[in-house]
């Protein structure tokens, strides 16, 4: 097991799919086999030649949560793994590629991110950085310039961020409206969203429209009616920021409840700024995730600890604000599954980059390398709700990502060093 890490909890982490189960426990010699459910033309690619496999399958390997199997190799089929395990043991297939000692992990999972927005916040930035006081308007700044911008900019921008993720090796990502703040302004950047992934979150309780500014009750009544009403469609979760000067206790609560009845599972920003409910509602309400965490009491980590919610933790916004570190060796050692993700956003946290991420997490919030690659591998896909990613077994995706390095453990060794030199989605090399 990782060092410090309790057992997993029956609801911690999402249970394997069946197929994978009964997979390994047919398991022999450290290699899981799994009959395809492909039509018999479609090639298959033998990956050998891996010097450390990261499965996240602990019933494989070194028998810890990353599952690490050493001198290894992995077979594609279509879109899926069907084979892991020791590559002298490794089946015949159509193709095969060497991957020269290096190592393999699953592609990794950004379960929070803000990618629909226009224009940028370098001056905000700049002033943070240099003391300076700075009087703009923040989220709203970029609410002005997403409202302003054409469906075609801000597709454009999406998809520059997409590519810049994909080549630092994020084959699933989830992003969020937010930027709009009127119905038609965050239908349509769900509905762009939408075209790229199906981890889509609808997120008009991001801040209270200036427009509704002298009313909030109005705003909530708007985003739990009309507004959810045009977005519902396009999404599969909703979230809120619970925060002071953002959205209480109990106007969280409604608008999650009405997403839920919508059917959109909830999601929510809680406990970055300061100890609030966020943590508390999000467990009432079995939201998948509970994204920050850097204000907790007791109470609020034992609620954690206790639920299926997903700690998700997002230290480049720490690390753009200078504020305050989450801890998350609080978190593990109390046994919270925790994620970890980008929030990629243009104000607080202007990254892609989920080897930054993993870095900052070993280096600065308390985990071990191979805590902070489960987090942002299968952590990010329990924060999803997901068994097909985060995970290179028999029956998931085959997405997986390519180091220049022969461990895992490079990724927070070598930080800012571009170790990713390849990656494959759904079976397609893409890098």
Known sequence: MIPGRPPARPGSVPEPDPTADQATKDAMSNATTVSPAHSASTASTLITNIASLVTNDPSLGDGSP??????????????????TGDQSKAPATDNRVDAGGRAVLPGFVDSHSHLVFAGDRTQEFNARMSGRPYSAGGIRTTVAATRAASDEELEANLTRYLREALRQGTTTFETKSGYGLTVEDEA???RIAAAHTDEVTFLGAHIVSPDHAEDPASYVALVTGEMLDACAPYARWIDVFCEKGAFDGDQARAILTAGRARGLHPRIHANQLSYGPGVQLAVELDAASADHCTHLTDADVDALAGSRTVATLLP?????????WPDARRLLDAGVTVALSTDCNPGSSFT??????????????GMTPDEAVWSATAGGAAALRRTDIGRLVPGAYADL????????????????VPLVSGVWRRGERVV
Request: proline fraction near 5%; aromatic fraction near 6%.
């Open 66 to 83: 990353l599952g690490l199997v050493q001198d290894a190799a992995v077979v594609i089929e279509g879109d899926r793994v069907v084979w």
């Open 188 to 190: 349509r950047a769900l």
């Open 316 to 324: 480049g916004a720490e690390f753009s604000t200078r504020a305050a």
């Open 352 to 365: 892609s980059s989920v080897p930054f991420c993993v870095a900052l997490a070993v280096r600065d919030m």
């Open 401 to 416: 990502t390519l180091l220049d390095a022969p461990s895992h453990v490079h990724l927070a060794y070598r930080p800012g």
